[in-house]
């Protein structure tokens, strides 16, 4: 029950994956061009100069922006799963899973986003910003596993361990596992303190004896 209960509460880790704005907003500047050639052969003229560098800007701008806050690569297993570990610059954090995007909202945000702004035309953008689009939170198999079995590992150690003045057992109770567990760990100390089983047998030998002799 109790390593159900662990299971249940545990939360999963994930990594942050550092230098991927960087790297995707590269791809941006590399299919910029080609979405300016588009809107060029659409309308039948270039954008102007300073035109085309408040699109620019726009865009990268927009990548920074949901690139900081976080797209998340959620595995199928935590849909439903409200809290996360994040191991971000070695260092972790507790986040709501609900804090970061999913990738399927980044493509409507960056939609809706881009269309709102007919002044600028800024639709044109969509393409080479959804082809800069990926996720930088992933899930973290190996570091989930491993503290979760840490977690295992210390319940184990400590399930069964008596403490000092505990009750152990009624008279006339049914012994379950966990019962059954403490009562072998309390029997372990006082076999431990009684130097073993065979130790135990030597000194009530010996009080025989003794009382043999007295009684002789």
Not at 38 to 54: I, N, Q
Not at 71 to 78: G, M, T, W
Not at 187 to 216: C, D, H, N, P
């Amino acid at each position: 029950a109790e390593r159900a209960g662990i299971r249940e509460s545990f939360d999963p880790w994930y990594h942050y994956v550092s230098g991927t704005a960087e790297e995707k907003k590269k791809v941006f500047l590399r299919e910029y061009p080609k979405a300016c050639e588009a809107l060029r052969a659409k309308e039948g003229h270039s954008l102007s100069y300073p035109d085309s560098m408040e699109h620019l800007k726009l865009g990268l701008g927009l990548l920074d922006s949901v690139y900081r806050r976080g797209i998340i690569q959620l595995d199928k297993s935590h849909e439903h799963t409200p809290t996360i570990r994040l191991l971000k610059d070695n260092v972790a954090s507790m986040h709501l899973t609900s804090e970061f995007l999913q990738l399927k909202e980044v493509y409507l945000l960056v939609s809706d986003t881009l269309k709102k702004l007919p002044h600028l035309r800024a639709s044109f953008l969509v393409p080479p910003v959804e082809a800069a689009l990926t996720y930088n939170v992933v899930y973290d198999d190996s570091t989930s596993r491993m503290v979760l079995q840490e977690k295992m590992d210390n319940l184990s150690i400590t399930q069964g361990l008596v403490q000092e003045g505990e009750h152990i057992i009624s008279k006339g109770a049914i012994v379950d596992e966990i019962d059954a567990l403490v009562l072998d760990s309390y029997r372990s100390e006082y076999e431990k303190q009684m130097g073993g089983v065979e130790s135990a047998g030597t000194i009530w030998a010996g009080y025989f004896i003794i009382a043999a002799v007295i009684l002789i």
